[in-house]
């Protein structure tokens, strides 16, 4: 801002998209809720099925490693992720 107070282009542009990617955010429910798994493992399986997100994207995974990707995130912590979130939001909602 000016010291006039009125908003320069750069500003005006900015504000601009800040409200243009609120409309686009997505909102991580799972922020608030605990898990002990994903904190001891979340980083891992987050690096490993990001990793195959990508390769499957780019061509360099098909449909089948994709899914074999997902079979291998979810027993290597992801069930117990969701487990214990899915637990968490029940207590905090249960009230």
Do not use: C, P
């Amino acid at each position: 801002m000016s010291i006039m107070g009125e908003k320069k282009d750069l500003d005006v542009k900015l504000e601009k998209l800040v409200y243009e990617d609120l409309e686009l955010a997505v909102v991580d429910l799972s922020a608030s809720l605990l898990s002990e798994t994903h904190v001891q493992k979340g980083n891992e399986l987050k690096t490993a099925i990001t990793d195959a997100q990508t390769k499957y994207v780019w061509g360099e995974l098909d449909e089948k490693g994709w899914n074999d990707a997902v079979v291998k995130w979810r027993k290597d912590g992801g069930d117990k992720i969701i487990e214990e979130f899915t637990a968490d939001y029940n207590a905090i909602h249960a009230k």
